[in-house]
């Protein structure tokens, strides 16, 4: 069975580091796309940033030079290394699958949520000024 469990989420002061991580399980990871989201309060949810199979990333504008997400294979995860937080960076934090056979790479760096299949849980990330 896919899953996706994110952790490492909390509360910062507003220029501080977070580093959330999401470990997968039962799946192939190395095949899979992998990416960020957030839902900040009372809006939709919005892509951050991915990790395509051929090592490609993407990230939204609003976090271009602040966050980085690395995958480390051999241990099937990914992680989002987020600096210079903001308050508006509050959000719960979503980790996603998208398996290569089905989205390109093309498709998965647009960083749609519908492309997007398999989901964790969720990690609350909040930024105070």
């Known amino acids: 069975q896919l899953r996706l469990t994110e952790s490492g989420g909390g509360s910062v002061q507003a220029g501080g580091p977070l580093s959330p991580s999401c470990a997968a399980s039962?799946?192939?990871?190395?095949?899979?796309?992998m990416a960020w989201f957030r839902q900040p309060p009372g809006k939709e949810r919005e892509g951050v940033a991915t990790?395509?199979?051929?090592?490609?990333?993407a990230y939204a504008e609003f976090v271009k030079g602040r966050f980085t997400t690395p995958r480390d294979n051999t241990k099937n995860t990914r992680y989002l290394q987020m600096n210079s937080l903001k308050p508006e960076d509050t959000a719960m934090y979503y980790c996603?699958?998208?398996?290569?056979?089905?989205?390109?790479?093309?498709?998965?760096?647009?960083?749609?949520?519908?492309?997007?299949?398999?989901w964790g849980q969720g990690t609350q990330v909040t930024v105070s000024s």
């Open positions: 039962g799946f192939r990871y190395s095949a899979y796309h």
């Open positions: 990790s395509g199979t051929n090592v490609r990333t």
């Open positions: 996603a699958a998208a398996p290569a056979t089905k989205v390109p790479v093309v498709a998965a760096l647009r960083l749609s949520r519908y492309d997007y299949d398999t």
